[in-house]
């Protein structure tokens, strides 16, 4: 959060020599269907696309865990890290009752921010379309295995977040993420409304339902 680096670039601060060795894994992939060998798809993603190929025949299993490529590391970190911000928002419409419609518009919306700010730090905007931006979208706002809805949904029942993290079973990453969102967001002049509101919702008091 101090350094706003991302893990590439951090791991890289520390051995340059990784640059061409790294590669990123995401996607919507909640671990407890992983290991019930529910069907998983994610993105591996290396500058060197026979490294994420590498990546992708070490994952693969026995046909319930596919791996497709990208070289966009960029894109499928801050996808990875942005989509719980966007989780958040979403429990808190769901645990206010907004509908399916509100929802639905509130993660289109806040995939554009995702894509405004991946862009700026350097990420192809079509890696968004794929399995780490609208995947991971879909899983993390939709379903009840995310920690970071469930945030929202107790957000939207007056708690604070004081209170929750100390009761939430597992890390809600996205609340520890959204600062440094904003922060690149001021750097690179981009405009994040709906993760500056989940700040606002969880650092400064402000009422979900307002």
């Known amino acids: 959060n101090e350094t706003l680096l991302l893990v590439n670039e951090m791991v890289a601060s520390e051995w ?13 992939s909640f671990a407890k269907e992983v290991a019930n060998r529910l069907p998983t798809v994610v993105v591996a ?23 497709y490529l990208s070289t966009d590391v960029v894109g499928v970190e801050t996808g990875g890290a942005l989509k719980n911000v966007i989780a958040i928002a979403a429990g808190a419409a769901d645990g206010l009752g907004f509908g ?20 700026a730090a350097g990420a192809n905007r079509l890696t968004f379309a794929g399995l780490a931006g609208i995947g991971d979208v879909i899983a993390t706002c939709g379903s009840g295995l995310s920690r970071n809805h469930r945030l929202g949904e107790e957000l939207a029942k007056g708690r604070s977040w004081a209170e929750i ?10 609340a520890y993420t959204v600062d440094a969102a904003l922060a690149l967001a001021d750097r690179y002049g981009v ?17 979900v339902q307002r």
Not at 165 to 174: I, K, S, V
Not at 191 to 207: C, D, Q, T, W, Y
């Open 191 to 207: 405009e994040m409304p709906i993760a500056r509101e989940v700040h606002n919702a969880l650092f400064e008091g402000k009422s």
């Open 45 to 67: 993603a290396a500058k060197d696309l026979g490294l994420a190929r590498e990546v992708q025949q070490a994952f693969f299993s026995d046909g319930t865990f596919r791996v």
């Open 100 to 119: 399916d419609n509100g929802k639905a518009g509130l993660m289109t919306r806040g995939l554009a921010e995702m894509i405004r700010l991946g862009a």
């Open 16 to 28: 340059p020599w990784s640059v061409d060795q790294f590669a990123a894994l995401s996607g919507p």
């Open 165 to 174: 993290e100390a009761t939430l079973p597992g890390t809600a990453e996205g």
